[in-house]
């Protein structure tokens, strides 16, 4: 899972306010973009861009999101197929103050912010005084989020999570996700703890992917922000958040321990470090550099191994806004023994909802179809 990565605006993108975004097209307009091993996958053939086009040798194709939102939860959870038809509610003028005052009571010490703003910018603008009193920052996007930041020399980790807890019941299932956001430096410097970081979603409800496959005793590797995003489900194995090498890395190491299973990696680096602040030239040299970690993982596949990559929603970084996008996703596939020989080629067009991924890596892992929604297209993975 490449977050943030979307090839084009959906059909509904003007209700969302994305109309005209291409994540993956604008960002190589403005930057040089270099993806050997993914355009030979075919994502050229998806999304046309500058710096692409090789004759692809995977299965490739774009997928709608059929789920009511553009949220990494929402995303997250279509693929493994769980389709959110009411989105959860956002808040374009902050929280009431009925919920920080019960959040303030109950964590003992008052809240700060309260503003819709990306996170750097209020860590920059509420951090200081967060630093001196060891209040919360609290703030929220577009998205359905309620993220909570605070200086770790003044509230550790631990105690920052146990307050998102809290804020999380407040809630109940309101909002999507209560994010906690530790953050490290003095005025003037400060900087977040991206490992830090820990995502609270509402409850993940059952007949998903990972249940079917924890049902049928079949293993399931969860790396980087992936465990968050699926609370309560019992991964076999879990890696946290990390850069997008460390992420690739231990995917690439699970890969070749497991014989039989699913390992789940999320990389997020472009979206939380370069598409959220508008940096399309650093989010072009870092998506060639993840694009030849990649290239390490491709060359650790068994014949009988199958790869996909695709994104959660776009997030282009070259528009006005800083957050999230309602766009197409690419879906690329390919087996090791397809990436050694080259091909061939299929094309998977544009596919009716993320759910498609969650069918085919059922039907590929169990050896037939499944209840999941979603159309497989294990037959068309080289």
């Not at 050997?36 to 053939?45: E, F, I, P």
């Not at 005025?187 to 409800?205: A, C, Q």
């Not at 991964?235 to 850069?243: K, L, M, N, Q, T």
Request: proline letters at 8%; hydrophobic letters at 35%; glycine letters at 14%.
């Amino acid at each position: 899972m490449i977050d943030g990565l979307g090839v084009g605006e959906l059909p509904d993108a003007p209700a969302y306010g994305d109309q005209g975004s291409n994540t993956l097209l604008h960002a190589a307009q403005q930057g040089r973009l270099r993806a050997r091993n993914l355009d030979r996958l075919g994502l050229g053939r998806v999304q046309p861009a500058p710096g692409l086009g090789e004759e692809p040798s995977g299965a490739y194709g774009r997928m709608t999101e059929v789920s009511a939102g553009k949220d990494s939860m929402t995303g997250h959870w279509e693929l493994a197929g769980i389709i959110t038809q009411t989105p959860y509610e956002t808040f374009p003028n902050g929280f009431g103050s009925g919920v920080l005052q019960e959040l303030s009571r109950s964590i003992g010490v008052p809240v700060i912010g309260n503003v819709v703003s990306p996170g750097i910018e209020a860590m920059n603008r509420f951090g200081e005084e967060s630093w001196r009193t060891g209040s919360p920052i609290v703030y929220t996007s577009a998205d359905s989020v309620f993220q909570m930041a605070a200086h770790i020399d003044l509230v550790p980790a631990d105690l920052l999570y146990g307050w998102c807890e809290i804020a999380r019941v407040i809630l109940g299932d309101r909002v999507g996700r209560v994010i906690a956001r530790p953050f490290t430096g003095e005025p003037g410097s400060f900087r977040r703890i991206e490992t830090g970081r820990r995502d609270f979603p509402v409850h993940l409800p059952p007949g998903s992917l990972l249940h079917i496959l924890c049902d049928a005793g079949i293993p399931t590797v969860g790396i980087g922000k992936v465990c968050d995003m699926f609370p309560g489900h019992p991964f076999d194995a879990v890696e946290g958040p990390g850069s997008n090498d460390t992420i690739v890395l231990e995917a690439t190491e699970w890969l070749k321990r497991e014989s039989r299973g699913l390992v789940f990696a999320n990389a997020g680096e472009l979206d939380s470090k370069y598409a959220h602040r508008n940096d399309p030239q650093g989010w072009c040299s870092a998506f060639e550099h993840l694009d030849d970690r990649l290239g390490l993982l491709l060359a650790c596949l068994e014949d009988d191994d199958a790869v996909f990559i695709t994104g959660d929603h776009g997030n282009d970084p070259t528009t006005p806004s800083t957050d999230h996008s309602r766009e197409y996703v690419p879906i690329l596939a390919t087996s090791g023994a397809g990436w050694r020989r080259g091909g061939p080629p299929a094309d998977l067009g544009v596919r009716s909802s993320f759910a498609d991924v969650g069918a085919t890596i059922a039907e590929l892992l169990l050896g037939t179809p499944t209840s999941l929604p979603g159309e497989s297209f294990s037959s068309l993975v080289p």
